[in-house]
């Protein structure tokens, strides 16, 4: 028989990334900006499209790690989603240049260890373990191959019949609505304007996959219930999953990353509930992509991987 403890590095490292990260958002929120969602059109903005990967693993960041390093390509103007270690940029004969700084990436694993209990038995235990990494950009590296860079092409977005085939596996019922766009929780079921009712198809297309990633809460899916942590916070919680889920979805299926819900009234809510919980938006961030992991499992995205190099915390 097994039991799960967790365990995470105590000390400074820890509580300066918890307090890093949600400082970081809140500067963002209060300067009328979300940092997952950003203006569409500059080189940069395009490179977010793309889901930033180990590049030599050539393995998907998920969950928190998408959203530091596609913020580090928007402050930055990187090129491209390539990322690599200090010693995996060595390791392929490239060199970080002097006075680089990288992104903080973090890893959530788990492992097992035996111990020996009252009676003599011999019982297995599950525990959690958290490790940070420093991750650069290969446009901070030099030396690497030129398969490191690869020109730049344009990004097909994903058509609206194409759209509507991928959510038509995920067996959600959806019924047609006036002017507001919901998930409706008693009835299981979300409910969508017209598509005339949006600005663009891709728009509508966003909008659904906002709800989407609601409807993953309902306990025959994921199971998502944020009121058992955040109380008073759970509908601001809930709708950060949605947002964060929705922009990652989104690059999934080939989505400008700037097309979500509306997100203006929830925005004091979001710096309300991040100033009381540290944590508060890393644990959001996770649900995001479990439900994301959900919904591209139930109905894969052509040519989509959904690879995890992180886990939930």
């Given at each position: ?29 209060q ?51 390539s ?47 958290l ?5 650069f ?63 663009s ?71 309300k ?15 995001a ?25």
């Open positions: 028989m097994s039991r799960s403890t967790s365990y995470a590095p105590s000390g400074g490292e820890r509580t300066n990334f918890y307090d890093d990260i949600t400082n970081k958002i809140i500067a963002e929120l300067q009328g900006r979300v940092p997952w969602v950003q203006p569409w059109g500059t080189a940069a903005t395009k490179a977010q499209l793309a889901l930033p990967k180990n590049a030599a693993t050539d393995r998907t960041y998920s969950g928190i790690n998408v959203l530091i390093l596609w913020g580090a390509v928007i402050q930055h103007g990187f090129s491209g989603q990322w690599l270690t200090f010693r995996q940029a060595l390791a392929l004969g490239g060199h970080v240049r002097k006075g680089e700084r990288g992104e903080i990436v973090v890893y959530y694993g788990q492992a097992k260890k035996m111990r020996e209990r009252s009676s003599g038995e011999q019982a297995e235990d599950t525990f959690r373990f490790k940070f990494f420093t991750a950009n290969a446009d901070q590296i030099e030396g690497l191959p030129d398969r490191f860079f690869p020109a730049a092409v344009e990004t097909d977005i994903l058509p609206i019949a194409a759209h509507e085939a991928w959510f038509a596996k995920l067996d959600i019922k959806r019924i047609l609505t006036q002017d507001i766009a919901c998930y409706i929780p008693s009835k299981d079921v979300i409910g969508m304007p017209p598509l005339a009712a949006f600005d198809a891709d728009h509508y297309a966003a909008t659904l996959n906002h709800e989407a990633v609601h409807a993953t809460g309902a306990a025959h899916r994921v199971g998502r219930d944020m009121s058992k942590r955040f109380s008073a916070h759970a509908l601001a919680a809930e709708e950060l999953v949605a947002e964060i889920g929705a922009s990652i979805l989104g690059a999934h299926l080939g989505l400008p990353p700037d097309h979500l819900s509306d997100h203006a009234s929830y925005v004091g809510h979001w710096m509930l991040l100033k009381d919980d540290k944590r508060a938006f890393l644990a959001a961030a996770a649900q992509q479990t439900a994301v992991d959900w919904l591209l499992a139930k109905s894969p995205a052509h040519g989509a991987s959904v690879t995890r190099i992180d886990h939930n915390p």
